[in-house]
């Protein structure tokens, strides 16, 4: 898969005339726990010609290919400076993806270097919250709920929990949010769900875990009581405009 990954990326380029920045994973195998038939989900940024940039008319964005599995989503470098500076929560994942497919010289380091001013707390409780309360909505009238969805279910929360707690964004890796969990029972189920997850299919059901969805419930409504009190971002639209400068005047030095 890596090689047609590579391959597609490459044929992005040279059908657009662009070139990727970074290229990483996204989805549940960047966040650890993928199913053996899950999809890849490849998210890229890339940049255009210099000239690209100076039209006075808005243009196309993203770009987007689907080829079996493989579903690869990008989005333009201007689109995705703005994003940050929203900060949306969705670029600030990209950007601590453990797999990296493409990188062009520091580019991926300097987003990472001006990224936490950029980080509202408030905005990704809320995004996290958000998503939170729908998987559980979905989960909690079922008996049989596939397992799939108590994962995105337990990664937005604990991902909302880790906001209230630290006031920084959530990690990728869903490993990296279980030290939330403090009862250990609860832990011990969920290390087993995880194990079980890597040997079924995405379609998978699995018997109601009515201790797990208590729990959730409870953190997803303490994590609300808090989503007033998170701080705002104060990221400055002039340090991204620079990297925005820097990156588009020295593509033709990318490689």
């Not at 990188?103 to 409780?125: I, K």
Request: proline share 5%; net charge negative.
């Amino acid at each position: 898969m890596e090689k047609l990954i590579q391959q597609k990326l490459q044929e992005l380029e040279t059908q657009n005339n662009i070139t990727i920045l970074f290229a990483i994973e996204s989805g549940s195998r960047a966040w650890g726990f993928p199913s053996p038939d899950s999809d890849y989900d490849v998210r890229f940024v890339y940049q255009h010609q210099p000239d690209w940039y100076l039209s006075i008319d808005e243009r196309k964005d993203t770009l987007e290919s689907m080829d079996g599995d493989l579903d690869l989503v990008g989005w333009d470098l201007r689109k995705a400076l703005r994003l940050l500076r929203k900060s949306n929560a969705s670029i600030f994942e990209k950007m601590q993806s453990p797999i990296v497919y493409r990188q062009q010289r520091s580019f991926l380091e300097d987003l990472q270097a001006v990224a936490p001013t950029y980080f509202s707390c408030r905005a990704g409780l809320h995004h996290y919250l958000s998503m939170a309360f729908n998987y559980y909505k979905a989960c909690a009238p079922e008996q049989n709920v596939k397992l799939k969805s108590y994962f995105y279910l337990l990664r937005t929360t604990l991902a909302s929990r880790w906001i209230v707690e630290y006031r920084t964004m959530p990690p990728m890796l869903f490993t990296e949010l279980l030290p939330l969990v403090e009862d250990p029972s609860l832990l011990q189920k969920i290390e087993e769900l995880l194990t079980l997850k890597a040997t079924v299919t995405e379609q998978y059901v699995h018997p109601k875990e009515e201790a797990l969805e208590q729990y959730l419930y409870q953190t997803l409504r303490y994590c609300e009581s808090k989503a007033e009190d998170m701080p705002k971002a104060n990221g400055s639209t002039e340090a991204l405009d620079t990297l925005f400068r820097k990156t588009v005047l020295d593509h033709g030095t990318l490689a």
